[in-house]
């Protein structure tokens, strides 16, 4: 008998990886249902609820049926020529296909009779109709968790040992994500029979390892599974519901706090805070005012990345001395555990301050010899020698741009942009390179301009990351890119599927971003080619391939930013060099594309193209007294008229306007091509009129290549 109710699934394991725990939890709940809507024992309106604590994942799915519907199969045996003989009667071939389909053969020729004869294209074939029973829950459970458990995306699978029987000693290897030690499978309030990891199913499942009121928890009903587990276990089941908890008392604490005082916003940090605690208690702790001399960034990494505390922040985003604690467990009286995290924290600040306070006892130009010991490619060399390249690549970048003074300017910065790598600080904490660089920079002197640049030169660092603060930022930003662009491709280091070691692809997005977003007036052909020289011999001075993969990061972009493929298409076919231009011509390319007139241009510039394509060397020279036609006068009239008009107002850079002036050609372009054979017997009509063609073909491909508007 088919019944539905609701299932709850649970396997209580031992702790689990924190920054994984999210999507190990949705991931579960996901496979798990899957299987079983493809079982057909769940539905497509069956709800899926995931659930995921440190020892615990879990799953909650409504409509979940005890038996699957029975369900028709057709299968295609063979034609009916191979299947039955002359006589009608069943080949040896046939009856071993019925066998192997389990179909009853104590009556050969009634088994043959009941099969279904139906056309196969020109042939008539044999078809087995048979009724296959529906999966039970049982089974299809079984199915289903071996499925999940299998698919799970697994940071790093642990091996463990499993006992047998204790009757029969023996042990046996089991890989999960960590140990499992229970299971609990309930549809409605009856256990469903399944075996996973070496675990029978049941009915219970334990709670917080201190603070239960009950071990263990007896879940008795599917639907009150996350209602007991809090009540009685003293945890909360569901990851969202935690992490909004935990949201909610940080800005509570922080509210208590008082002066404008907030955590620190960070979605990584609360995800894996969520994923270390199964209920969470906010406490308020504060370390000496002291540490607060030392960089505000290398507290705040250290008490994020080494103890998972929320740094508190003033209404200014300055660093406070106090910071928010997500304890585990929730005493009546907090004093020994803020005690404790406050006595924990003390060497961790005291380690950057000793760091801090021994890297300011030497310049960062004294330091700069030690780059020539740092390998940083055994094909490209050393940073000392990668130093020298960026500070040439800076100095002409920042000569187009700004003259000298930019010029020494950036040379300057890119010479000490990599120093700090040689610091203590950035030894110990390698997110800061660039910041603590930008801190000794103006320690010893160097001034904003510098130290900015020095701190921004690896920005734009991430996808929505900002630009450079300043002009000499943005040139050693550009050349510290440009420099490992060049580099790898030259030396055939390409990105390759989803390997990018060397992040390329982020770095040709940045510096599309500074001369797209900055409108920079530099050709992108110039930058690669003014950049491979500095590399001497050491690389395959060929920047071709480099160019493309820069213009296919920026058609993906556009793409991402909302413009049409063909929008994207028709202006990177042309390959703009200023990179800055690309948006005002995406933008004059939609308004031409609204234009009444717009099709049939298109249409008529793909048909030129087609034509083009086909003949070797067209000169674009028109000789008036070759042209016959009335049609091609009144082209060649209209084109005399329009055409340097769009020209002039090209080259002021007024796009939308240009192709909206080119708009005027639609009526003397559609009637040469009604009334002119392009291509005449006379040779010298023919290739006059191909030089007409060529020439508006020039015109008008100016902004983008229309041609590939056309549908």
Not at 21 to 43: P, Y
Not at 309 to 328: E, G, H, I, M, Q
Not at 591 to 617: D, G
């Amino acid at each position: 008998m088919m019944t539905s109710q609701n299932l709850l699934v649970e396997l209580f394991v031992e702790e689990l990886p924190p920054k994984a725990l999210k999507k190990l939890g949705d991931a579960f709940a996901s496979q798990l249902a899957e299987q079983l809507r493809i079982q057909g024992l769940a539905t497509a309106d069956s709800v899926v609820t995931a659930y995921a604590t440190p020892r615990r994942l879990g799953v909650h799915i409504t409509q979940v049926w005890s038996k699957a519907a029975d369900r028709a199969v057709q299968q295609k045996l063979m034609p009916l020529s191979v299947g039955l003989d002359a006589s009608g009667k069943a080949t040896p071939a046939l009856l071993k296909k019925l066998q192997a389909l389990g179909a009853d053969l104590s009556d050969p020729v009634a088994a043959v009779a009941a099969l279904r004869r139906a056309g196969d294209g020109k042939n008539e074939a044999l078809f087995y109709d048979s009724l296959v029973s529906g999966a039970t829950l049982d089974s299809g459970l079984q199915e289903a968790l071996e499925q999940a458990i299998e698919r799970l995306p697994i940071p790093k699978v642990m091996t463990y040992q499993l006992e047998v029987d204790c009757a029969l000693p023996g042990w046996s290897s089991v890989q999960f994500v960590r140990p499992a030690h229970g299971l609990v499978a309930l549809h409605g309030s009856t256990v469903v029979s399944v075996k996973v990891l070496g675990l029978s199913a049941g009915n219970t499942t334990h709670g917080h390892r201190f603070e239960a009121t009950r071990s263990p928890v007896l879940i008795t009903q599917a639907d009150d599974y996350a209602t007991v587990l809090a009540r009685d276990g003293a945890v909360i089941a569901s990851f969202s519901e935690r992490r909004t908890e935990i949201e909610r008392q940080l800005a509570a604490a922080a509210a208590e706090v008082g002066d404008s005082a907030h955590a620190i916003h960070d979605e990584a940090l609360l995800d894996e805070v969520t994923g270390l605690v199964e209920r969470p208690n906010v406490l308020v702790c504060s370390f000496d005012p002291e540490f607060l001399d030392v960089p505000q960034e290398c507290l705040i990494l250290t008490m994020k990345a080494n103890q998972k505390y929320f740094p508190l922040l003033d209404a200014n985003a300055r660093l406070t001395n106090k910071f928010l604690v997500v304890s585990n467990i929730c005493p009546s009286d907090a004093s020994a555990v803020i005690g404790g995290n406050e006595r924990v924290v003390r060497p961790r600040l005291a380690d950057a301050k000793f760091f801090f306070d021994q890297d300011r006892k030497k310049t960062l130009a004294s330091r700069v010899a030690g780059l020539d010991k740092v390998v940083y490619h055994n094909k490209l060399g050393t940073q000392g020698e990668r130093t020298q390249r960026v500070r040439a690549i800076a100095r002409s970048i920042g000569e187009q741009l700004g003259g000298a003074a930019l010029a020494q300017q950036a040379d300057t910065a890119a010479h000490l942009a990599k120093v700090d790598l040689l610091t203590d600080m950035v030894g110990e904490f390698p997110e800061l390179q660039g910041i603590m660089g930008a801190y000794y920079a103006r320690h010893d002197g160097l001034g904003d301009e510098v130290a900015c640049a020095i701190e921004d030169h690896y920005k734009p660092r991430f996808s929505g990351d900002e630009l450079p603060r300043n002009a000499t930022g943005m040139v050693v930003a550009l050349a510290d890119k440009l420099e490992t662009l060049v580099g790898m491709f030259g030396i055939g280091n390409l990105p390759s599927g989803d390997k990018d070691p060397f992040a390329l692809r982020r770095h040709a997005l940045g510096v599309i971003r500074m001369l797209v977003e900055k409108d920079l007036p530099l050709e992108l052909d110039m930058l690669l080619t003014r950049a491979a020289p500095v590399f001497g011999e050491t690389i395959d001075g060929s920047v071709a391939a480099l160019s493309d993969f820069f213009f296919d990061r920026l058609s993906g972009l556009l793409r991402e930013q909302g413009y049409s493929a063909k929008e994207v298409d028709a202006v990177l076919a042309l390959q703009p060099q200023r990179l800055g231009d690309v948006p005002k011509r995406l933008a004059a390319v939609r308004a031409f594309a609204a234009l009444s007139q717009a099709p049939a241009l298109a249409a008529a510039n793909k048909r030129i193209s087609n034509i083009l394509k086909k003949v070797q060397n067209v000169d674009p020279h028109v000789s008036e007294v070759l042209l016959k036609d009335a049609a091609e006068l009144e082209l060649y009239a209209a084109m005399t008229q329009v055409v340097p008009s769009a020209n002039a107002q090209f080259e002021a850079g007024d796009y939308a306007a240009s192709l909206q002036t080119l708009a005027a050609l639609r009526g003397p372009v559609d009637a040469f091509f009604d009334g002119v054979m392009v291509n005449a017997e006379e040779p010298d009509l023919r290739l006059n009129r191909q030089g007409l063609l060529k020439s508006l073909h020039q015109a008008m491909n100016r902004v983008a290549d229309l041609s590939m508007l056309a549908s």
